[in-house]
C-alpha cells in the first residue's frame, strides 16, 4: 500500500506558526486515515520549534532549492535566521518518508517549508511567489511526488493510477 506523508496541521494538529491548524476535509483523508496510509509530521515541531513561533519566510523572493543549496536563508519577521532549522526540518520530513516508505507528499501550500505551489515572497507583505518550501523541495529532489492541500484531487488521481498500474503488472 502506498503511504502518503501529511503536515500534521492538515490533520487538525494546532502546530501552525500562529498556534493554529488548517484541517483538510475531504472523503479521501477519511478513507487514507482508515487505511492507514498516513504519516504525520511537523517538519518545523520535528526539528525543535516551538508553537507559536514567529512568522518566517524565505528571504529575497529565493526558494526551498535556494535555500538547500545556502543561496538563500529562512528569516522570522524579527530578523531571526532560522535557515538550520528548516534545513534539519526537511531532513527529518525526509527521513521519516523514507523509513515509512511514502512514495507522496500532501503538504499545506504557502509555508516556507511544506508549500509546493507558492511560498511568501520574504518580504512578509502577504505577497506570494510560485515556488517550493524547504521541506517540499526536498522531497521532490529525493523523487517523492508532492501535491499541495489545494491539489488533493489530483493526488486521489494520481495513486489510483499508479496503483491500477502496479494491480497490472506481472
Known sequence: MNKILVSACLMGHAVRYDGQSKPLAHPAITRWIEEGRLVTICPEMSAGMPVPRPPAEIEGAATGEDVLSGRARVVEVS???VTGEFKRAAENALALAIETGCRY???IDGSPSCGSGFVYDGTFSGQKLAANGVTAAL???????VYSDREIEELVARLTADEAATADSP
Request: charged share 15%; net charge neutral; hydrophobic share 55%.
Open 79 to 81: 530578523g531571526g535566521d
Open 105 to 107: 507528499a500532501l503538504l
Open 139 to 145: 522531497l521532490k529532489q529525493a523523487g517523492i511526488a
